[in-house]
């Protein structure tokens, strides 16, 4: 196996009283997309930033590109490109002075209009940057990490705030990437981007990575196959007798009904429905999806938003 593009070991940072990273360890390798998922305050940014040279950590080890930031910082500024959470750009100049600014930083790489192509971009050649929409001046700042055709791409939720059109859009040019033979570290509060996007990810909780594998194998590890969520109106439905059911994980109540994730779909809908008829309680909507990277996540991390 080739050497890590990226590996991180028993990183640490602490900001006064809180502990943003806590002996984080991480391994990426090259040409794949991996992604760093967590709850707000997770310590995914401070992470991110640390690998980018942006933040010194207090003790740990990160190798980029074999590279070490003590010593290399010249060179790994010349091999990677960087989408930060909110990238400010000048308003006044136009889409073109703006990449040929950036491209101005490296010795090899694209041209300006070469990187406006890559991010389609061209009708906007000569418009404002203050001008722009909200995607596209994050496909804009796309460009700008790519002028230095860089070896390992840090894209720092590059879609949040996006309507559903531009976040497409973003994800079609991440997937040519990977298919040009990037790298790419990707965070995302985006759970059906990751699943979409990453081959493998890692799900960090209070600075520590808690699951890391394939997106498959995540779901396959908490043992739910099939999502069922059961709503009964205004009836509050019993729901240790709901666990009980055959091929039924774990039960939660929702608005109205509840959750249950389960591992045996097509013995346990027939039980819910007979439980309801035990429990006279009306069905008036019962739906059910397959498990997904999110409910991976709800399972690891709770349910709870949590803020830094």
């Not at 700008?144 to 055709?149: D, H, P, S, T």
Request: with cysteine.
């Amino acid at each position: 196996m080739p050497p890590a593009a990226l590996r991180v070991s028993n990183l640490k940072k602490t900001y006064k009283d809180v502990v943003a990273v806590n002996g984080l360890d991480l391994e990426v390798f090259p040409g794949e997309c991996f992604g760093l998922l967590g709850p707000n305050g997770a310590g995914k940014t401070t992470t991110i930033e640390i690998c980018e040279g942006l933040t010194e950590p207090d003790s740990g080890i990160v190798e980029v590109l074999g590279l070490r930031w003590e010593t290399d910082s010249k060179e790994l500024r010349e091999r990677l490109g960087i989408q930060l959470q909110e990238t400010q750009l000048s308003d006044k100049i136009t889409v073109l002075e703006t990449l040929q600014l950036f491209r101005s930083f490296f010795r090899q790489g694209p041209s300006a209009e070469d990187a406006m192509g890559l991010v389609q971009l061209q009708e906007k050649r000569d418009a404002r940057v203050g001008n722009l929409s909200g995607g596209q001046k994050q496909r804009l700042a796309l460009a700008c990490a790519l002028v230095g055709n860089p070896d390992l791409l840090f894209l720092d939720e590059p879609t949040t705030g996006l309507d559903p059109q531009a976040r497409r859009q973003l994800w079609d040019l991440i997937t040519q990437f990977k298919k040009d033979g990037r790298t790419i570290l990707l965070t995302t509060h985006y759970m059906d981007e990751a699943q979409q996007l990453c081959e493998r990810v890692a799900i960090v909780d209070h600075g520590k990575a808690i699951a890391r594998g394939t997106p498959r194998e995540l779901i396959t590890s908490i043992g739910v196959e099939h999502v069922i969520e059961v709503s009964t109106g205004s009836g509050a439905v019993d729901l240790e007798r709901f666990r009980s059911l055959p091929g039924v994980r774990s039960v939660d109540r929702i608005e109205g009904g509840a959750q249950l994730q389960v591992s045996e779909l097509h013995s346990t809908v027939p039980a819910i429905l007979a439980e309801l008829t035990h429990q006279n309680l009306p069905l008036t909507e019962l739906r059910t999806h397959s498990a997904t990277l999110e409910d991976v996540f709800v399972a690891l991390t709770g349910r709870h938003l949590r803020d830094a």
